[in-house]
């Protein structure tokens, strides 16, 4: 596809790469023959200057022939996004932290040397000691910036000196900064010479948001479109944010949460396990 480009949501062209469409299917639990030959599908169909949206809408009218259970589902950038960013977006960073092996520990407010300082949670693993700052955007294409670093980096270092003043009990040994979009440039360059740690939607490897909630099948209740905005909101404040949750919680317990009879509720149940796999 030598010159055709692809139109990002901000504006910015770039080359089309037809393995990005490989791995946008693969993360879809499609099989590797099928997701070749949807690329070769798209490829086909492409043009200078197609919006990536289109791409991706695409990717999923392909999907939905083979993996019929995603018909009932957001494409999860977006269906993260519809997350409430508090309790609900916070609640899901903390599972995934907790996959990777963290004890996590939710919001509380600490004392620095010179102010005190509302956190949003403590992660904990081995020798380490997190701080944990967390951002959602509703528009998955906002870039998370420089200032939201900087300001990190500062509540870090006067935290460090509140515990060595004896102002409270955290040893904390770096930051991160968890968000469901890309990090800017200035950001990503300053959070690696301070050492702010922080995990984007698809970077760095090891924190990409999107890999790990296709490795854990930590995918959010936002992705089942028979879901009610109502019904999300009840459920994410009872701390219930994923599929696996769902799936996991008494159907009684639902029918109570979601105000809906059991045939209701275990078809939801069944489209979100088909969502899991």
Known sequence: MRGIKVRKADGRLEPFDRRKIVRTCMKLRVERAEAERIADKISK????GIPSSEILSAIYEEV???RPEYK???DLREAISMMRPKPDFEYFIGITLSSLGYRVESARILDGRCVEHEIDGVAMKGDEVLMVEVKHHVNPHTYTGLE??????STL???ME???????RYPFTAALVACNTKISQHAERYAR???IRYMGWRYPRALALEDLIARYKLYPTTMLRV???DQIERLGDRGIVTLKQLVETDTDRLMGILEIDRKEVEEVKDKARAILG
């Open 193 to 195: 010479c301070v050492g």
């Open 157 to 159: 270092r006067d935290l």
């Open 162 to 168: 509140g515990y060595r003043l004896g102002l409270h």
């Open 72 to 74: 009932h589902a957001h």
């Open 45 to 48: 169909m492409a043009y200078d």
């Open 64 to 66: 939905k022939k083979t």
């Open 148 to 153: 939201v670093i900087l300001a990190v980096h």
């Open 227 to 229: 879901l009610k905005r």
